[in-house]
């Protein structure tokens, strides 16, 4: 069984960084398709980023320029540096792995396993 410990999350003010980690288990971590998602409260849980085996990165359009995922597999890790945080992106970041296979990267469906979350909160 996969499991993701996400890290890094915290209180920012808007127009600040951070940078989310994500630690798996597993010796085949290089194989699957990673992604990150928000939920806020009273909200459902959102695709932010993915990133597949080869490198491949999708974001949503809210964050394309702003965050980037990338992927250590060395170190069995995917991040998500976010920049020029905003307000609007408070929220709960999920760390998701998928090693099934799969159709649609912003689909939160298809993946297989999540972390628990960690808190990002951005302030004014």
């Known amino acids: 069984q996969v499991q993701l410990v996400e890290s890094g999350g915290g209180l920012v003010q808007a127009g600040g960084s951070l940078r989310l980690s994500c630690a798996a288990s597993?010796?085949?971590?290089?194989?699957?398709?990673m992604g990150w998602f928000c939920q806020a409260p009273g909200k459902d849980r959102e695709f932010v980023a993915a990133i597949s085996p080869s490198g491949t990165t999708y974001y949503a359009n809210s964050v394309k320029g702003r965050f980037i995922i990338s992927r250590d597999n060395a170190k069995n890790t995917v991040y998500l540096q976010m920049n020029s945080l905003k307000l609007e992106d408070t929220a709960v970041y999920y760390c998701?792995?998928?090693?099934?296979?799969?159709?649609?990267?912003?689909?939160?469906?298809?993946?297989?396993?999540w972390g628990q979350g960690t808190q990002v909160t951005v302030s004014s």
């Open positions: 998701a792995a998928n090693y099934r296979g799969i159709a649609t990267f912003s689909n939160k469906d298809e993946y297989d396993t």
């Open positions: 597993g010796r085949t971590f290089s194989t699957y398709n």
